[in-house]
């Protein structure tokens, strides 16, 4: 859907993390900043095996995703849509376009390649089927 949604792309493309907001079991949102890339019309995110987003998304596939806007709300982009894990996406290290984008913020917070692809090891794929921009 990104892909019919050029200003939204473009706006997505020069963000370094969205907020990713799952579902628990109870019902409750859970919001976390996440980094991504755009992939096959849709997102592409890794995960920690034993972060609670995995297990809400086990239950109940429905997510939100949120860019930051500017100090007056604008250059906003909201998506709805869902999520599955990918267990046959390359990991981190082996993800060029993924590397070309965070491979400076891995280095900065201590990590190599590797060391990062060993602490977020699962790829969320999510299908937008809702874009809004401000």
């Known amino acids: 859907m990104l892909d019919e949604h050029l200003d939204a792309r473009r706006r997505l493309e020069s963000e370094l993390i969205v907020w ?19 992939e096959g019309g849709g997102l592409l995110i890794y995960s920690g095996e034993a972060s609670t987003r995995i297990g809400n998304l086990e239950h109940n596939p429905r997510v939100a995703v949120n860019s930051r806007g500017d100090r ?13 894990i990918d267990r046959s996406a390359p990991a981190p290290e082996d993800h060029s376009v993924y590397l070309e984008k965070y491979g ?21 794929r999510i299908t937008i089927d809702r874009i809004r921009t401000w």
């Not at 709300?73 to 999520?83: H, K, P």
């Not at 400076?104 to 969320?124: N, Q």
């Open 20 to 38: 990713l907001t799952t579902v628990a079991p109870d019902g409750r949102p859970q919001s976390s900043a996440v980094w991504f890339v755009i």
């Open 72 to 84: 007056q709300g604008d250059t906003l982009v909201t998506m709805e849509g869902r999520a599955r």
């Open 104 to 124: 400076a913020e891995i280095e900065r917070l201590g990590w190599t390649p590797r060391t990062f692809s060993e602490e977020f090891p699962v790829a969320l």
